[in-house]
């Protein structure tokens, strides 16, 4: 079973920046999407951000914004996050799929980010 570790969260300003990390044990294949999913206060859980070596997902909200990368000798993926906004808010979980096109199968314990205004 994969295990998801993520670090890098916190407080900042807006239009500021952050690097999210998210470390994984366990069997990775590049070819399956790695990547970040957040919540917000009384939203529903949304995908940021994905990549595999077919592709790279972002949702329009964070696009030209934020950028996903991914160490695949590592299993390593992180999301460099800037010109933040407070609407950006939310708990941050790092997600793997088990299956090239098929939603994610493990999920990280999550972090925050919180952007002031």
């Known amino acids: 079973q994969v295990q998801l570790v993520e670090s890098g969260g916190g407080l900042v300003q807006a239009g500021g920046s952050l690097r999210l990390s998210c470390a994984a044990s366990?069997?990775?294949?590049?070819?399956?999407?790695m990547g970040w999913y957040r919540q917000a206060p009384g939203k529903q859980r949304e995908l940021v951000a994905t990549?595999?070596?077919?592709?790279?997902k972002y949702a329009d909200s964070v696009k030209g914004r934020f950028t996903i990368s991914r160490d695949n000798a590592q299993n390593t993926v992180y999301l460099q996050m800037s010109s933040l906004e407070p609407e950006d808010t939310a708990i941050y979980y790092c997600?793997?799929?088990?299956?090239?096109?098929?939603?994610?199968?493990?999920w990280g314990q999550g972090t925050q980010v919180t952007v002031s205004s």
């Open positions: 997600t793997y799929a088990d299956y090239r096109y098929g939603p994610p199968s493990s």
């Open positions: 990549m595999s070596s077919l592709s790279t």
């Open positions: 366990g069997i990775i294949f590049s070819v399956n999407p």
